[in-house]
């Protein structure tokens, strides 16, 4: 990376000092080794009039690789689609089962209450929720959201909603370094 760095502010006719070098290290930490040559190249193709490390800056964003969090933030949408549908399923068998079972729980706003999630099981043994879907039902207002999914807002609404918690918790994990909580963490990375 050192050799990309001087060659850059070499050919870029750029200010030999510290600062420069220290800058364009930076902005090139995240590129993968095996694309310094194209990316090189590409710098070099761009006109360089005006401010050359505006140039660098530009062409590193099409080669860094994504981090892990950029990664995570940019699925997070599809996930909370996914998470919703999962809740909304699971509250109309929920609902299900206890109109099928009125004499046994006759308030279906009891039922939804008094049920640990943590706990639910399927068929197979496996438990129905993980601890990111257990966390996102826990910041929503557990029992009584999961009871009302299909009244209190629109689809749209609610998956924007598990979107925002989902990247709050992506945030919190990758914020002062990655130096969070070891309970929140284990919650937010958990698939």
């Known amino acids: 990376m050192e050799e990309l760095v001087k060659a850059l502010i070499k050919e870029l006719k750029m200010d030999d000092n510290i600062f420069n070098y220290q800058a364009v290290a930076e902005e090139i930490e995240r590129i993968d080794k095996k694309d310094y040559l194209d ?3 590409e ?17 590193a964003k099409e ?5 892990k969090k950029d990664t995570l933030l940019i699925n997070s949408r599809d ?3 996914s998470i919703y549908n999962k809740f909304y399923c699971e509250s109309c068998a929920m609902l299900d089962f206890t109109q099928k079972n009125r004499n046994k729980y006759p308030s279906d706003f009891d039922f939804f209450m008094s049920v640990d999630y943590s706990t639910l099981k399927r068929k197979d043994g ?20 999961l009871l009302n999914i299909k009244m209190l807002e629109n689809s749209s609404v609610a ?7 989902i990247k709050k918790g992506i945030e919190t994990k990758y914020a002062n370094n990655g130096i969070i909580d070891k309970k929140v963490l284990k919650v937010i990375t958990s698939r």
């Open 43 to 59: 710098v070099l193709k761009r006109e360089h009039f005006g401010n050359k490390f505006k140039i660098i800056c530009d062409v």
């Open 126 to 145: 496996s438990k129905t929720y993980n601890k990111k879907e257990l966390y996102v039902l826990n910041e929503l207002g557990g029992g009584k959201w």
């Open 39 to 41: 990316f090189y190249k």
């Open 63 to 67: 080669f860094k690789v994504p981090t």
């Open 159 to 165: 998956i924007s909603k598990i979107e925002n918690i």
């Open 79 to 81: 996930e909370a689609k």
